[in-house]
C-alpha cells in the first residue's frame, strides 16, 4: 500500500471551505461537535474528497483526529456526510496549516497509510496507518514540539476497507 505525504502550508486566515488541515478551527456538524469531549481538541481533519483518487475505500465525508490536551489520549470521529458544517474554534491557540497530498511509494514523516516510524512501540503487521502526525516535519508546528516521536492514528484492516474509519485508535510513540 503506497502511502500519501502530506505536505503543509502555514496560514493566518482559512477561506471558507472545508479543507484538510493540521490544527486551527475546525469545519463540523453540530451532531459530530456534541462527541468531542471538554479536554479534546481536532489535532487534524481530512477531508477524504481532497486525497489521490482510490487513497482510501471510502471516499467521502470527513475525518476528525481527535487529541487530548495532554497528548496523552487520542481517537477518531467520522462524519460521512459533508454538509450543515459550521466553523469551531475547539480548545486551539496553535498555528493553522492546510495539508496538500502526494501519492509515494515510501514516505518518512507526516503521512496518511504506508508503514508508521516505529520508535518503541510496534504497529501490527496487518493494521493501517490512517495518519502520522510528526510535529518535528515543520519548525512552525508549535504543539508537541518537543516530543522526540509521532502521535499514528492505526486502524485494522478491515474496518478500513469497509470505511467504518471512527474505529481508530491512537497510538503515541516517542523515545
Not at 487534524?44 to 489520549?73: M, R
Not at 510528526?134 to 516521536?149: A, Q, R, T, V, Y
Amino acid at each position: 500500500m503506497n502511502s500519501i505525504k502530506i505536505r503543509l502550508k502555514k496560514v493566518d486566515v482559512f477561506p471558507e471551505e472545508n479543507l484538510s488541515r493540521i490544527l486551527g478551527p475546525t469545519d463540523i456538524s453540530k451532531k459530530c461537535l456534541k462527541k468531542i469531549r471538554k479536554n479534546e481538541f481536532c489535532l487534524g481533519q481530512l477531508n477524504l474528497a481532497e486525497l489521490p483518487p482510490d487513497s482510501f475505500p471510502v471516499q467521502v465525508g470527513t475525518i476528525y483526529f481527535l487529541i487530548d490536551e495532554n497528548a496523552e489520549n487520542g481517537r477518531v470521529i467520522y462524519d460521512p456526510k459533508i454538509e450543515h458544517l459550521q466553523r469551531y474554534d475547539i480548545n486551539y491557540d496553535y498555528n493553522m496549516f492546510i495539508m496538500y497530498f502526494e501519492k509515494l511509494a515510501f514516505v518518512e514523516g507526516m503521512k496518511l497509510l504506508g508503514r508508521p516510524a516505529e520508535i518503541n512501540q510496534d504497529f501490527n503487521e496487518s493494521d493501517v496507518l490512517l495518519f502520522q502526525f510528526d510535529p518535528l516535519e515543520n519548525e512552525e508546528i508549535d504543539f508537541l514540539e518537543s516530543l522526540d516521536g509521532v502521535i499514528n492514528y492505526g486502524i485494522r484492516y478491515q474496518d478500513f476497507i469497509k470505511g467504518k474509519y471512527h474505529k481508530a485508535y491512537f497510538v503515541k510513540d516517542f523515545t
